[in-house]
């Protein structure tokens, strides 16, 4: 397929009018958005439309078409220059056949970035498992607060910044989440293999993505495909908290500028005199058992202190002013659906946060309890992602989920794509945690879901909803269901 595409434009001054299929992608859309402010005309199609990203293309005027369909070329007009296809679109789909008989250019997203906007920046990739979205919206943020005017590109909506997508100019530092999914279905290979990077922060590298990757040492493999890519004259900023980071960095040709922020054997940097509260994290840096700094910030749990030391250690690597950059980390306010606060009605807090895998749910948990100490804690998780809906965590989910004072587990997203006995159970779940301490439910209906929840909470209490997905307006309707009272 890639080899009888049809040639690309040679620049963007080439290209008036951009359709994109799959726009509401969570890196589609800022991508989009850009587009539009560069003056372009834009259009997409989707089928799963919802907020957030559905609103952010409405502000800014992006035509959008659901569901996908060969029409929706029709609709876009006979002018189009581009189509941007995403890594969700399948050979199969309607709209993409239709595109591929059409004649047009077609690419993915990554094939544009490193075509048009790469090849003169400083690329700075935060890469892993965990953390790429807060990690890299805290480094745009604090370059900008820094004065740098950087460019960059996450797959979240920032407090912070006023987009998710920006170029700044042809050259200087360009700041992008680097997503080991694949790049398209024509072309298997994670999507950072066309970031061209400079410097890496590699948060963390574990089992995930099953419906693309066999197993963790397929996984490892695509990290050590970014490694090895690294141009002349970068670092990788590498986390040894997670041991396959090490494992996939030991050839690496680019200095490595090691971080712990649990402890881990042979960190060079790490955070000491730790103190988690209601208001943050408060801790010293120690660079090779010196004290060197000592930073605040406004994010929750131990998770969060790694990313934002990493992201220091970065900031000192490119040489910003030393209180600036303390400013910065300050001052940052995070990305929504991480840990955020979507309201509190009748003393009930509502938590909306993305966290699917069990390592992220824990981890989100645990920051919720150090910063709500003394709150029950209730968590609604919605198995939603291509890996959670198999089995493959079945039994983890059972430690990271231990975290909460009680528990309502969603019956999962759409399985219908996956063998019976691959797919993960949500009464096996409920089972398992109930005999290990943990009051458990379940739910299949929003509807019900959100009745059982209301009814379960108490004033001081805090409700965690973990979902990567839309959850069928879960928090909305449960934020009106506690508004209403019982």
Not at 173 to 197: I, M, Q, R
Not at 245 to 261: D, F, I, M, N, R
Not at 339 to 367: S, W
Request: proline share 5%; hydrophobic share 40%; with cysteine.
């Amino acid at each position: 397929m890639a080899s009888s595409r049809p040639e690309l434009p040679q620049s963007f001054s080439k290209i008036r009018k951009v359709h994109i299929i799959g726009v509401c992608g969570t890196l589609m859309a800022p991508f989009a958005v850009h587009l539009k402010k560069r003056g372009l005309e834009v259009s997409g199609s989707d089928q799963n439309v919802y907020p957030p990203m559905s609103e952010v293309l409405a502000a800014a005027g992006v035509e959008l078409f659901q569901p996908f369909s060969p029409e929706n070329l029709k609709r876009a007009g006979s002018h189009v220059d581009l189509i941007v296809v995403g890594n969700v679109i399948s050979a199969s789909n309607p709209e993409m056949q239709a595109a591929a008989a059409s004649g047009l250019p077609f690419a993915s997203l990554p094939e544009v970035m490193e075509r048009f906007l790469l090849p003169k920046t400083r690329n700075l990739v935060v890469a892993g498992t965990h953390g790429k979205t807060t990690t890299a919206t805290l480094l745009a943020h604090v370059l900008k607060v820094c004065g740098k005017d950087p460019s960059y590109f996450f797959g979240g909506v920032s407090h912070d910044l006023p987009e998710s997508f920006h170029v700044a100019g042809e050259k200087g530092c360009f700041v992008l989440e680097g997503d080991e999914y694949d790049t398209a279905y024509w072309d298997k290979v994670p999507k950072f293999n066309h970031y061209l990077p400079d410097d890496v922060i590699l948060t963390s590298v574990e089992f995930d993505h099953a419906d693309i990757y066999r197993d963790l040492e397929h996984v490892k493999e695509a990290f050590r495909g970014l490694v090895a890519r690294v141009r002349p004259g970068g670092k990788i900023i590498s986390c040894l908290d997670f041991p396959a980071v090490a494992e996939v960095t030991a050839g690496s040709k680019a200095p490595l500028l090691t971080y712990s922020a649990n402890g881990a054997r042979g960190a060079r940097f790490e955070p000491r005199g730790v103190r988690l509260g209601a208001d943050g994290a408060w801790f010293e840096v120690w660079d090779s058992g010196k004290k060197v700094d000592e930073l605040r910030t406004a994010l929750a749990g131990m998770h969060n202190v790694g990313n934002v030391l990493a992201v220091w250690i970065l900031g000192r690597e490119l040489e910003l002013d030393p209180a600036k950059l303390r400013e910065a980390m300050a001052s940052y306010r995070g990305v929504k659906r991480r840990t955020e606060v979507r309201g509190e009605e009748g003393g009930v807090l509502v938590i909306d946060d993305f966290a699917h895998h069990p390592t992220a749910v824990r981890t989100t948990l645990l920051g919720l309890r150090s910063r709500y100490s003394g709150r029950k804690l209730i968590t609604v998780f919605e198995p939603r992602s291509a890996t959670s809906r198999r089995k493959v965590f079945q039994k983890d989910y059972v430690d990271a989920l231990a975290a909460s004072d009680q528990a309502f587990i969603a019956t999962p997203y759409d399985q219908t794509r996956i063998g019976e006995e691959d797919r993960f159970s949500t009464a096996d779940l409920v089972a398992d945690l109930n005999a290990s301490g943990t009051p458990a439910s379940s739910f299949g209906i929003v509807e019900m879901g959100v009745e059982e929840v209301a009814r379960a909470a108490k004033p001081g209490d805090l409700i965690a909803v973990l979902s990567n997905g839309g959850f069928g307006g879960f928090i909305s309707k449960l934020i009106a269901r506690l508004k209403a009272g019982s």
